[in-house]
C-alpha cells in the first residue's frame, strides 16, 4: 500500500462500493507495458515470460499505489493462441502482422485456443496467479479479455470483418462464435488463478462499426461473457476505445457492472444517460496528456474529470481513457495519483472550480 | 425512358451510396455503351456519391463498413470508366504520398483518407504500412508530391512522424511538402510540436485540411 494512501485499494473499494467513507476516489492509470521500465526490462522481455510481467506488475503497483492492477500487454494474445501472427518489436507494443486466415472458407479450420496450452495465454495466466498471490489481499487484481468481435477481426483481418458484416453476416457470427469459445475458455482460466476478468473490445467501438451492428455482433457475445463472470460472484469492467455515446445504452446491456470510457467520449454525458445504472471509469487522455503532458496538465484533466463525474449515481474511477503508452513519464503517473489524493474525500466541487 | 448522363449520373451516385458495386459497374458500362462523357459520369456519379457517403459518415449515419463498401463500389465504376478517358481530359492533379508510419499496421484510418482524397479528385500514392521515414520522403519528392499524409493509431510510433518532418528540414525540403498527420493518439498540439502543417481527427476533415493546405500559398 502506498504511504501516502490511507486504506489499502481493496478496503478503499469495498467501502466505496458500500457507499461508506474512503480516503480518496479510485484511481487507475491503466499501465500495461509501461510497467517494463519499473524493472528496467524491455517491452519484448514480456513475451512468453510470466514472471518478468508479474514482477513488473507489481513494481508498477508499489511505486504508484492504484486501484486496480491490470495484467495486459496487447489485445493480440487470444487471437495469437488461435493462429494470428503477432509482431514483437524490442520495444514497443506488438502488433498483428498478419490474420489466422485469409478468406471465409478457412473459418471451419479455426479451433478454440486452450489457455493452459496455446500462444502465451499460459505465460499470461502464470502472470496473474503471480500476482495474485503476492498482492491479492490488498488490490484487485484483473486479467484482460479481448472481446469475441475484436478477437475476430484480429483472425481475418478487420477490414475483411467489416465488409462481411455487411455482406455475410452469417460468417461474422462463426468467427465471433469460436472467439467466443476461446474468451469463455480463457475466462474460466483467469477465475481459476483467482484473478477477474476485464472485458476490453477495442472494435466494437463507434468510430468502427455502427451501433446496429454493435449489437448484432458485438452485445450477445460480450453478455454471454459478462453473465458467466457474474455467476462466478465477480464484477466485470468493460472497457471500449474511441466514440461510444451511441452505444452506451447497449454496454448497460451486456450486464457489464463499470464503463471503461475513452477521452473521445464525455463523462458528464455518460454520467446522464447511464450512470443511474453503471459505474463510469475515465479518462485522462493517455496520449496527449499522459504522454505528452506536464505533471500540472495532469492534474488539471483529473480535476476536470471529477469535476464531470464525481457524484456519478453507481460511482466513479479516475482513470486514464486507455493503456498508457509505453513511454510515459512516472511524473505524470505520480501527478495523476497525487491530484486524486489531493481532491481527497469527500469530493467538494467547490474546491475543484479552484485552480 | 432514354437513359442520359443526368439520370445515369444520379443513378451511379445512389448505387455508390447505397453500397451496391454491382449496379454501379454496369452503370458504367451503360455510359460507355452509349458513348456518353466518361468523366463527366466519374464526377457527377461516382465521387458525387462517395462525397454523399462521406457526409452521411460525418453524421454518424454511416460506419466504417458502409464507407469501406461505398468505396468498394465506386473503385469498381472507376476501373470501368477509367479507360475510356480521353487523355486531354486528365487534368493534372496534386499528388498526396499517404502511409501508416513504421511500427504501426492499423491502416483503415489511412485507407479511409485515401478513399476520400481519391474522390476528392487528388492523385493518391499509397505507401501501404509500417513504412520508414526515409521512404516517406524519398516517395514524395521521386512524385513531385505536394502533401505528405502520415497516420499512427500506435503512441509508440508517434516520432517516426516527427522524423519525416526532421528528414526534410535536413535536406532543406519542407517548405517544399505540406505534411499533415492523423490518427487515434495524434493531436493538434502533437502536431504543432513536431512542426507539421496540420491535423485533422477524422478522414473527411483530413479532405478539407489538404484542399485548404494546397490553396493557401506557399
Known sequence: MHSRDKMTPLQRLTAYGRGQSIDRLPCVPIVGNTAARLIGAKVSAFRGDGKAIAEAQIAAYERFGY?????????????????????????????????????????????????????????????????????????????????????????????????????????????????????????????????????????????VISPRQFREFSLPYLKRLVDFIHRNGRAVTLHICGKTHPIWTAMVETGADTLSLDNAASLQDAKRAVGHEVRLMGNVPPSEVMLEGTPASVRHEVRKCVRQAFDNPKGYVVASGCSLPVETPFANIDAMMDAVREIGWPVNPSDLEAA | MPETLDTLAQS?????????????????????????????????????????????????????????????????????????????????????????????????????????????????????????????????????????????LMTTTMDAMADVVRLLAEGNLRDRFKVIVGGGPISQAFADRIGADGYAASAPAAVKLVQRLITEPA
Open chain 2, 12 to 152: 451511379l451516385s445512389d448505387a455508390v451510396v447505397n453500397m451496391d458495386e454491382e449496379r454501379t459497374r454496369e452503370l458504367a458500362i451503360a455510359v460507355v455503351d452509349l458513348g456518353l462523357n466518361p468523366l463527366a459520369a466519374i464526377e457527377r456519379g461516382l465521387v458525387d456519391g462517395m462525397n454523399r457517403a462521406g457526409k452521411l459518415f460525418e453524421t454518424e449515419e454511416y460506419f466504417i463498413p458502409e464507407l469501406l463498401l461505398c468505396s468498394d463500389a465506386m473503385y469498381a465504376g472507376l476501373e470501368v470508366l477509367r479507360p475510356h478517358l480521353p487523355n486531354a481530359s486528365e487534368v493534372k492533379k496534386h499528388k498526396i504520398v499517404i502511409g501508416v508510419v513504421e511500427g504501426d499496421t492499423h491502416d483503415i484510418g489511412k485507407n479511409l483518407v485515401k478513399i476520400l482524397l481519391d474522390a476528392a479528385g487528388y492523385e493518391v500514392v499509397d505507401l501501404g504500412r509500417d513504412i520508414e521515414p526515409k521512404r516517406f520522403v524519398e516517395t514524395a519528392i521521386r512524385e513531385g508530391a505536394r502533401v505528405i499524409a502520415l497516420s499512427t
Open chain 1, 67 to 207: 486501484d486496480v492492477i491490470r495484467v495486459f500487454t496487447d489485445l493480440y494474445t487470444q487471437a495469437e493462441a488461435m493462429g494470428a501472427k503477432v509482431h514483437y518489436p524490442e520495444n514497443e507494443t506488438a502488433y498483428l502482422e498478419a490474420p489466422a486466415i485469409e478468406a471465409i472458407e478457412q473459418i471451419g479450420l479455426l479451433k478454440p485456443a486452450d489457455p493452459w496450452k496455446d500462444g502465451n495465454l499460459p505465460q499470461h495466466l502464470d502472470a496473474m496467479k503471480r500476482v495474485v498471490s503476492a498482492l491479492g489481499k490488498e488490490v484487485a487484481v484483473t486479467g484482460a479479455l479481448t472481446g469475441p468481435f475484436t478477437t475476430a477481426s484480429f483472425l481475418i483481418g478487420t477490414e475483411t470483418l467489416v465488409r462481411l458484416s455487411l455482406k455475410k453476416p452469417e460468417a461474422v457470427h462463426q468467427l465471433c462464435e469460436v472467439a467466443y469459445q476461446t474468451s469463455l475458455a480463457y475466462a474460466k482460466a483467469i477465475l481459476e488463478v483467482g484473478c477477474v476478468p476485464s472485458l476490453t473490445d477495442a472494435m466494437s467501438s463507434s468510430t
